[in-house]
């Protein structure tokens, strides 16, 4: 199986809104509706912060939002702060019963 | 309150065979939907899922991995066991054990994770 496609970047202005994308295929994304977000600072240990394609962990801002369309799914970020600059990673169950992460995206608050 | 922590050698020899293990606390894996996945990242690297290991013995893992992983379980410790063999420098990266719930396939609780250098 093939990592999931981010892009691997992504920048924006405080209070702004971005999107991160992730591109998979009709075996993982596209068959199943458990896509996962994360998060992850330098040196910590990722933070789950969407799962099945839409829903937050309890206490988890509503900042962060998850959406999916066909085999590709979206993390949205509004309201960026200094505080979201990290990288972050979406992830799939897959046909085969195994998981795939995405290729990670570092988002940059300017 | 669930929490996980992963032990084992920090380096390891090319060729070798590593062994990992995850002591959890705060559920059990004799419970029918809990299970133990394992992901690595390389320094600076992406986050790459390794193996799973359901409550009822079923195990999946890493299609590109699957020859030289493994993964078991002590339910009487409330561990389980991840080996690779024949390591490779490649193979270098902090390994995470992480916790599975009832019907999700995602992970919300993770061990503080264990750099493994292969050297």
């Known amino acids: 199986q093939s990592a999931l496609t981010q892009p691997a970047s992504v920048s924006g202005s405080p209070g702004q809104s971005i999107t991160i994308s992730c591109t998979g295929s009709?075996?993982?994304?596209?068959?199943?509706?458990?896509v996962s977000w994360y998060q992850q600072h330098p040196g910590k240990v990722p933070k789950l912060i969407i799962y099945g394609v839409t829903y937050r962990p309890s206490g988890l801002s509503s900042r962060f939002s998850g959406s999916k369309s066909g085999s590709s799914a979206s993390l949205t970020i509004s309201g960026l702060l200094a505080e979201d600059e990290a990288d972050y990673y979406c992830c799939s169950y897959t046909t085969s019963g195994t998981l795939v992460f995405g290729t990670g995206t570092r988002v940059s608050v300017l | 309150q669930i929490t996980l922590k992963e032990s084992g050698p920090r380096l390891v020899e090319p060729t070798q065979t590593l062994t990992l293990t995850c002591s959890f606390s705060?559920?059990?894996?004799?419970?029918?939907?809990?299970?133990v996945g394992w992901v690595r990242q390389p320094p600076g690297k992406a986050l790459e899922w390794l193996a799973l290991?359901?409550?009822?013995?079923?195990?999946y893992y890493s299609p590109s991995l699957k020859s030289r992983l493994s993964i078991t379980k002590d339910t009487s410790k409330n561990q389980v066991v991840l080996t690779l063999t024949n390591m490779d420098p490649v193979d270098t990266a902090t390994y995470y054990c992480?916790?599975?719930?009832?019907?999700?396939?995602?992970?919300?609780?993770w061990g503080q994770g264990t750099l493994v250098t292969v050297s």
């Open positions: 009709g075996s993982d994304i596209g068959h199943y509706n458990y």
């Open positions: 705060g559920f059990s894996l004799t419970t029918e939907g809990m299970g």
């Open positions: 290991i359901y409550w009822n013995g079923n195990t």
């Open positions: 992480a916790h599975r719930d009832f019907g999700e396939y995602h992970f919300e609780y």
